[in-house]
């Protein structure tokens, strides 16, 4: 089994930053892309930041040069971080972070997983 937990998430006013983190935990062989995407009321989930193992990161067109995407691949912590900065109201939304793992049950294909989403709130 493999869980993501993510943390970081709040309130916080027009221009300000949060850091969004997420661990992955359980029968781990190996953790590929990391990414983190979004949902505000009435949208579609979208993809906010990914990054490779190799650690190539791709950003969408309206956080690019504000966020950060990153990882720490030590086996204590294996976790995708989500650095934000001059935040805009339009950031709100629920940030779920995913990856795609391999493990002893998926060790040719590897499966996603997701975190339980946490609340990002941009108050003007």
């Known amino acids: 089994q493999v869980q993501l937990v993510e943390s970081g998430g709040g309130l916080v006013q027009a221009g300000g930053s949060l850091r969004l983190s997420c661990a992955a935990s359980g029968s781990i062989i190996r953790i590929n892309n990391m990414s983190w995407l979004r949902q505000a009321p009435g949208k579609q989930r979208e993809l906010v930041a990914i990054?490779?193992?190799?650690?190539?990161?791709?950003?969408a067109v309206s956080v690019k040069g504000r966020f950060t995407i990153s990882r720490d691949d030590d086996r204590n912590k294996n976790t995708v971080y989500l650095q934000m900065n001059s935040l805009k109201p339009e950031d709100t939304a629920v940030y779920y972070c995913n990856a795609h793992i391999t493990t002893p049950t998926y060790y040719l294909s590897g499966r996603d997983y997701w975190g339980q989403g946490t609340q990002v709130t941009v108050s003007s």
């Open positions: 990054i490779s193992s190799g650690g190539t990161t791709n950003y």
